[in-house]
T-cell receptor, first 113, second 112 residues
Framework: DSGVTQTPKHLITATGQRVTLRCSPR?????VYWYQQSLDQGLQFLIH???????AKGNILERFSAQQFPDLHSELNLSSLELGDSALYFC????????????FGSGTRLTVV | GQQLNQSPQSMFIQEGEDVSMNCTSS?????WLWYKQEPGEGPVLLIA?????ELTSNGRLTAQFGITRKDSFLNISASIPSDVGIYFC????????????FGKGTKLTVNP
């Protein structure tokens, strides 16, 4: 157990729907990062939150949004889902700058049908 | 954007053999990290490198931070079946947006 908790583990939904993925960071970590992993693209950075504030954005689609709450858990919202959004979505957490690496959760496998 | 070129894409080896994989970039990184991912799990940090030229070991794993700060390699000695997985290199830039950039991974298969 890495200490980073992601729910749900698996999600199957239809195109056009909206889903919310949840992440609880490791105790004491203020930073949360979201990554998308697909077979052909590897691990792609989506967004970084630090202590409730957005710090950096990667190649995140406009249909996707995220937030980090006062208790430091984070949610990734994916809307108007398309077949190509099927992927593993990982949350990771770190201390302030992440310079010592991130701790990843086990991921949420999203399948859009 | 920043990209890491990781090679080889996949390796099929016999138990007991040594393994070497590397990562190069056109950009400078001030931290290099190596992760391993097993099926159904998230990547797990193996080794972190913080200084150019640094050579760090973790059991049978050895990694080096290239002098130019644009490359890194990972060696696994005397491989065992549980070394199977996907190995990712990752680079962290200095300042700017705080994110790790990942290579596309090296898939390692170890035949007993």
């Amino acid at each position: 157990d890495s200490g980073v908790t992601q729910t749900p583990k698996h999600l199957i939904t239809a195109t056009g729907q909206r889903v919310t993925l949840r992440c609880s960071p490791r105790s004491g970590d203020l930073s949360v990062y979201w990554y998308q992993q697909s077979l052909d693209q590897g691990l792609q950075f989506l967004i970084h939150y630090y202590n409730g504030e957005e710090r950096a954005k990667g190649n995140i689609l406009e249909r996707f949004s995220a937030q980090q709450f006062p208790d430091l858990h984070s949610e990734l919202n994916l809307s108007s889902l398309e077949l190509g959004d099927s992927a593993l979505y990982f949350c990771a957490s770190s201390t302030h700058t992440g310079g010592h690496g991130y701790t990843f959760g086990s991921g949420t496998r999203l399948t859009v049908v | 954007g920043q990209q890491l070129n990781q090679s080889p894409q996949s390796m099929f080896i016999q138990e007991g053999e040594d393994v070497s994989m590397n990562c190069t970039s056109s950009s400078i990184f001030n931290t290099w990290l190596w992760y391993k991912q097993e099926p159904g799990e998230g990547p797990v940090l193996l080794i972190a490198l913080y200084k150019a030229g640094e050579l760090t070991s973790n059991g049978r794993l050895t990694a080096q931070f290239g002098i130019t700060r644009k490359d890194s390699f990972l060696n696994i000695s005397a491989s065992i079946p549980s070394d199977v997985g996907i190995y990712f290199c990752a680079g962290l830039t200095q300042g700017g947006s705080e994110k790790l950039v990942f290579g596309k991974g090296t898939k390692l298969t170890v035949n007993p």
